[in-house]
């Protein structure tokens, strides 16, 4: 029996697919797995038992993931799974950008008396612009950014998008109308929109800054619904100030800039849909069945990506740190002791690396221990059918 801890509400349909093997607790002593949406956790004392972390959404900035990496606690994410949920919002974006529908609605609540000719003579401060046929800059071309490019080339929008470390599967599911931009500077002076889909990271965090507006046509309008620090927001204050920015739309409505003329603050809406939550919490479930039952890992933000097709009666996992010569200790230790590796796969990812070796052969806890006390190896676990 495997326990499950969750940190907040977790889908049902998603828990439903653990079955009876499994155990859902609010309790966090003796799990085997954490799901989590939105709660920190980089202050939480995790016990031994903890295996995996499962994030139901992409972003991971509440978990400390380096961490965890070290203990061998492997953390999960959700890439795609809200990622429609993402792209209709930005297209809300983007015509809450060209239209000055906030200000009309705010303007309309305060009517009280003589409704339809106040209309009539005060809808003209509210005019705007259509997005058709005008250039949208898609910065970052992953999930998300590439259904965003797709539908707004179908609403007829020009898109031209920029991403230096496209996938393959992202690829081949940009429409072929979609223009490929060589640099970042290429956005910027010939975007009429702009609209951003990076992870943070260090080389990431405030890209959108006076050096970056300065590269950008007058009157742009910006949206961000990936994370707040991509943009520096003293910066963008001063670029809507001076007209260099006419609208910036953010789902991340941080105290600098809320109540700011022409900034668009939503609050953090982006995923919040019946339909994504499900979604996440069905993809997390599956991968900590995964990696739980099989020893696979799909999605890791924090180990590699390692699966293998399991036709013997018992597996090892092991999380070690990406050293050399470790694979030769470990499998010196089990030629020792007369197990017979009938099958084997290892994948690395910076410093940390995992292996799997399948055999028919019966593995003690001796075994084990003695694999564990090879320098620079972090957990074994040892699967049985």
């Known amino acids: 029996m495997y326990t499950v801890h969750t940190l907040n509400k977790i889908s049902q349909n998603g828990l439903a697919l653990l079955g009876d093997a499994y155990k859902v607790s609010d309790e966090l002593n003796n799990a085997d797995a954490i799901l989590v949406r939105s709660a920190k956790m980089h202050d939480m004392v995790l016990p031994e ?48 950008a060209s239209r000055k529908v906030v200000d009309g609605i705010n303007w309309a609540k305060t009517l009280e008396s003589d409704v339809a000719k106040t209309v009539e003579k005060g809808k003209g401060a509210f005019g705007g612009g259509e997005i058709l046929g005008k250039k949208l800059g898609v910065i970052g071309l992953g999930a998300i950014g590439v ?56 080389s990431t965090k405030h890209m959108l800054n006076k050096e970056a507006f300065d590269k950008m046509k007058t009157g742009v309008a910006v949206l961000n619904f990936s994370r707040d620090t991509l943009v520096q927001n003293e910066d963008m204050k001063v670029a809507i100030a001076e007209g260099k920015v006419a609208k910036y739309v953010t789902d991340f409505p941080v105290e600098d800039v809320l109540n700011q003329e022409n900034i668009i603050a939503i609050p953090h809406l982006g995923a919040s849909t019946e339909e994504s939550e499900e979604n996440c919490a069905v993809m997390a479930v599956k991968e900590i069945k995964d990696y739980l039952e099989q020893g696979n890992i799909t999605h890791s933000v924090n180990y590699p990506e390692c699966s293998m097709i399991w036709n013997t009666s018992a597996r090892l996992a092991i999380a070690h740190k990406n050293t050399p010569a470790i694979l030769g200790k470990i499998t010196a230790i089990i030629a020792e002791q ?45 699967l049985t059918k």
Not at 71 to 82: E, L
Not at 149 to 158: D, F, I, P, S, V
Not at 339 to 346: A, C, G, H, L, V
Request: proline letters at 3%; charged letters at 20%; hydrophobic letters at 45%.
């Open 338 to 382: 007369g197990i017979n590796i009938q099958d084997m796969t290892n994948r690395s990812r910076g410093d940390y690396a995992y292996t799997l070796i399948d055999t028919d052969t019966s593995i003690s806890e001796e075994d084990i221990q003695r694999i564990e006390s090879v320098d620079n190896v972090i957990k074994v676990r040892i």
């Open 147 to 202: 259904m965003v490019a797709n539908a707004a080339q179908a609403l007829g929008m020009e898109v031209i998008g920029y991403d230096p470390y496209i996938s393959v599967d992202a690829a081949w599911g940009l429409s072929r109308h979609i223009k490929h931009a060589n640099t970042l500077d290429e956005i910027y002076a010939e975007a009429d929109y702009i609209t951003v889909h990076v992870p943070l990271l260090d």
């Open 49 to 96: 038992s903890v295996k995996a972390v499962a994030r139901a959404g992409a972003g991971v900035n509440n978990i400390p993931i380096e961490a965890y990496a070290e203990k061998g606690i492997v953390v999960f994410n959700t890439p795609g799974a809200n990622a429609n949920a993402v792209k209709e919002l930005v297209l809300c974006g983007l015509l809450l």
